[in-house]
Structure formats: C-alpha cells, structure tokens
C-alpha cells in the first residue's frame, strides 16, 4: 500500500513563497510519475505540476505546469527516492487551496494533467494566501 505524505503548507502573505515536499512510502520501484493537484473551496480539484520520467530518475525534461503556476512553481524531484517538492514563489490569494500530492508507478497514456492519470493520492496540505 502506497502512502503519500504532503508537508510545508501553512499561511502566507501575497508574494511570499512556500515549498511543499511529498514523500512515499511502501514502494521501492521508481514512480513513473508524481505530480501536484490544488482544491480551491467550492471549485474542482485542478492540475498543478507534474515531473515524470523511467530509468533510474524522474527526469526533469518531462515536466509540465498549468498555465496558473508557469513562471512562479517548481516541482523538482528530491534526493530521496519518489520524494518531489513544488517551490511557490510569488504567491496570490487565488493559490489558496488545499495541495494534494499525486503519484504513479506504471506507464500510462493518459495526460498527466490529468486526475485520472494517478492512482495513488496524499491527504492533503493547506495553503492559504492572504491579500
């Protein structure tokens, strides 16, 4: 049973910045996948970031960002194996949400943008912005 962890949400101003980590366990193998979802109150869950790859590391060339987040997040993979973080930089009171961490570990066609695309789901962090 894959468990995933989120940590490093919490309150912030407009314009500061926050990192989130995501960490597994009850896997060895590599993740084919991890990627980074948001819940705004009231809205549906929302693509953010996502970093996939094979072989022996996620691979930083197969990344891809919603329009929202391009230019101010960074998913990156940490040194821990299936361990990922998304740095947010610049932050609005729009990213407040709850930020689910998200993860795969079998090859798929489907859109890593997409929810369907990952079977294993985190609890969630909190994230909120204030104006």
């Known amino acids: 049973q894959v468990q995933l962890r989120e940590s490093g949400g919490g309150l912030v101003q407009a314009g500061d910045s926050l990192r989130l980590s995501c960490t597994t366990s009850?896997?060895?193998?590599?993740?084919?996948?991890m990627g980074w979802f948001r819940q705004a109150p009231g809205k549906e869950r929302e693509f953010v970031a996502s970093?996939?790859?094979?072989?022996?590391?996620?691979?930083?060339?197969?990344?891809h960002y919603a329009d929202s987040a391009k230019g101010r997040f960074t998913i990156s993979e940490d040194s821990a194996r299936n361990t990922v973080s998304l740095q947010m930089n610049s932050l609005k009171p729009e990213d407040t949400a709850i930020y689910f961490c998200a993860a795969r570990f079998s090859f798929t066609v489907l859109p890593l943008t997409t929810i369907g695309a990952y079977d294993d789901w985190g609890q969630g962090t909190q994230v909120t912005v204030s104006s």
């Open positions: 009850g896997r060895t193998d590599r993740a084919y996948a």
């Open positions: 970093i996939s790859g094979s072989g022996s590391k996620l691979h930083s060339t197969n990344i």
